[in-house]
């Protein structure tokens, strides 16, 4: 069942993927906006824009060209203030229709960025799989500590930034491989959803993953040639949106489906979060290579 | 970070035309070594071996820990050279690992299971060799940059070079540049391995190698980077002895610096 209440912010153009990169090094400027004409029309909500290492006056001059072809809010991709702030500044909001980009992404380690709010108005994807407790930074392993990054976060966001609201806020939990999950980040992830879905005072909130990261290093097909990767997304946001899950970084090409119990992606999942360590990565290779 | 990251998806690489054993140093002459493992095709089997202990390269092979303890075991009991052990069935059957997940023949999940099967066999054997007085193919200190939380593939490196038989000291994540120094000063030849995922904390692996320099070891140790934002290009800009793009790879560098 196709998913009609899913919104994907297009993840494409994003120097971190090896094609996108290729021509960005060739200055290949057309190629790029090829890609977010192509986002626009299949479907995305928003055009991620990650421009890697490059200056901030490249974002700057990006972002520009990319709302050329697009009357798609951005998503500006970058934990670089400098390059953040370029972007958000040459931001056109009337000519997204007056729709706030969202800045992907800020932690409780870059929450200065939060005053970048002054500049343009955005929505934050804030990453609570880290935190900063007691002046250390760590990341998050535990439902309740992500939970805990949860409240910090939003409330510092809704604090330093006038105006903004549960509805600007977007939770991104962090979602890890589950072919190299060992140490139960699934297990996290699924229990701080729940936790941060039941408490009221995130009302109103949205919460996405970067869900390309969920099935990254694994084949593209099973042996009966059915797919691996789309299959274990698909089962990923059919256990989470009940939880709140209504935003992904993600491809427009994949065709995500809310999948049925029985399915064999759905089981999978369902069972490696019965599973704990190594054993999940099995459970993970029996599904690929079975 | 929410960014998406096919950017590490393994990268196919040209598949390679031979089958090399890697040297634990006070191992067999290298020729006879060579004599031994060089292979055009793979797997090895039954009668390429002296002894009867193909179980223990099978078992690393299918991540088997289980069975890999049961022969690594039934083998020292049976009076087996653990330094055998490991030049013929176990640092073969990881290279196998390695030569498969190059060729898209296995993925992250078999990297990681085969380097626990092979942890398990090394971790009962290598107090053996160290009473011997053998030492582990190098000595590596892996962690990620000062600033930087991510671990995931920091920790596929980590696992790899371990069931590449190399000792690893992971020093975790957010490391700052003097933590490494310390501990790639206790001996030389240490090769430290850095991991970055973000463009705002990659530039911290140059202040590693700064500390390094200043510290008076650049010149007896190497730097290994890696991470989605790492390049060749930049590993060259930094002067960094190599680059690697995946974990197995990583193993095949280790091995070039020590």
């Known amino acids: 069942m196709p998913i009609s209440n899913l919104t994907i912010i297009g993840e494409t153009i994003n120097d971190s993927v ?115 407790i007691d002046g250390c930074s760590k990341p998050c392993h535990t439902a309740d500590e992500t939970y805990q990054a949860a409240q910090q976060l939003v409330g510092n966001f809704l604090a330093r930034c006038p105006g903004a609201t549960n509805d600007d806020c977007i939770i991104d939990p962090g979602i890890a491989p589950i072919g190299s999950d060992s140490e139960g980040n699934i297990h996290r992830l699924v229990a701080a959803m729940e936790r941060i879905h039941a408490d009221p005072k995130f009302a109103g909130c949205h919460a996405s993953v970067g869900l390309s990261n969920f099935t990254v290093m694994l084949p593209s097909k099973r042996p009966d040639g059915s797919p691996v990767k789309g299959a274990l997304e698909s089962a990923f946001l059919t256990k989470v949106m009940p939880l709140g899950l209504d935003m992904v970084i993600g491809s427009v090409k994949r065709n995500y489906n809310l999948l049925p119990p029985d399915h064999p992606a759905m089981v999978c999942l369902e069972d490696c979060l019965k599973q704990k360590g190594f054993d999940v990565l099995m459970r993970v290779r029996d599904f690929y290579a079975s | 970070m929410a960014t998406p990251s096919p950017e590490r998806e393994p990268k196919l690489e040209s598949q390679r035309s031979s089958y090399s054993p890697v040297d634990w140093q006070g191992a067999l002459p290298t020729v006879i070594m060579e004599g031994l493992y060089t292979l ?52 073969p059957a990881m290279d196998e690992v390695g030569k498969r997940f190059e060729c898209n023949e296995y993925f992250v999940p078999e990297l990681l299971i085969a380097a626990r099967a092979m942890k398990t066999s090394l971790e009962i054997i290598t107090p053996l060799l160290a009473a011997a007085g053998a030492e582990p193919v190098g000595r590596v200190v892996i962690g990620t940059v000062q600033g930087d939380l991510h671990d995931i593939g920091k920790n596929l490196v980590a696992s790899m070079l371990e069931g590449g038989g190399f000792q690893v000291i992971d020093l975790g994540v957010d490391v700052p540049p003097e933590r490494f120094v310390e501990v790639a000063k206790e001996k030389d030849g240490t090769i430290v391995a850095l991991s970055a995922l973000l463009t705002t904390t990659m530039s911290m692996m140059k202040n590693v190698i700064a500390a390094l320099e200043k510290a008076g070891l650049r010149s007896t140790t190497k730097v290994m980077i890696g991470g989605a934002p790492i390049t060749q290009q930049y590993a060259d800009e930094i002067g960094a002895d190599g680059y690697s793009d995946n974990a197995s790879a990583a193993v095949a560098l280790a091995r070039k610096l020590v």
């Open chain 1, 18 to 132: 090896p094609s996108t990169k290729k021509l960005f090094d060739a200055g290949d400027i057309d190629g790029i906006l090829e890609l977010a004409r192509m986002q626009d029309e299949k479907g995305a909500a928003y055009i991620d824009v990650n421009v890697g290492p490059r200056s901030a006056e490249f974002m700057a001059e990006m972002v520009c060209k990319v709302q050329a072809v697009t009357a798609k809010p951005l998503s500006i991709d970058t934990p670089d203030p400098a390059i953040a702030e370029a972007g958000l500044k040459a931001y056109d909001r009337a000519r997204a229709g007056g729709k706030k980009p969202i800045l992907n992404s800020i932690s409780a380690l870059r929450a200065e960025m939060f005053d970048l709010y002054k500049v343009c108005p955005f929505r934050p994807i804030l990453l609570v799989s880290e935190n900063v």
């Open chain 2, 40 to 91: 055009t095709t793979s797997p090895c089997r039954g009668e390429r071996f002296m002894s009867d202990y193909t179980e223990l390269y099978d078992a690393i092979l299918a991540g088997n820990a289980k069975k890999a303890e049961q022969v690594t075991k039934a083998a020292l009991a049976e009076k087996v050279d653990p330094s055998e052990l490991v030049k013929k069935y176990m640092i």
